[in-house]
């Protein structure tokens, strides 16, 4: 299920631990879904929450390395929307 805006916070963690594979899996639509859980994550979690006595923090850093792994075998990818593409370049045209 696509992320969307009136997506849950657990709606999204969800989905990030359902494509968390991606790599093992070698998916190209699992590393699609997890960047995109990856980014909600970034805008939904809180990055610092304080409970009474209990201090809980959470690095973004970890998610914004995960996000650009995951990204860049997306757009690295040929099968991709974003894939890479080669441009070939011929000289019949050269003069």
């Known amino acids: 299920m696509p992320i969307t805006a009136s997506s849950t916070l ?7 631990l359902d494509n968390v594979d991606w790599l093992e899996s070698g998916s190209l639509a ?16 809180p990055t610092a929450q304080q409970l009474a006595t209990l201090s809980i923090r959470f690095d973004v850093r970890l998610l914004k390395e995960q996000l650009d792994e995951a990204s860049e075998y997306v757009k690295s990818h040929p099968d991709s929307p974003q894939g890479a593409l080669t441009t070939y370049l011929g000289l019949e045209s050269y003069r």
């Not at 657990?10 to 990030?16: A, D, R, S, W």
């Not at 699992?30 to 979690?45: N, S, T, Y």
């Open 30 to 45: 699992k590393a699609a879904a997890f960047a995109a859980a990856v980014r909600a994550l970034m805008i939904k979690k």
């Open 10 to 16: 657990e709606e999204i963690e969800g989905q990030y």
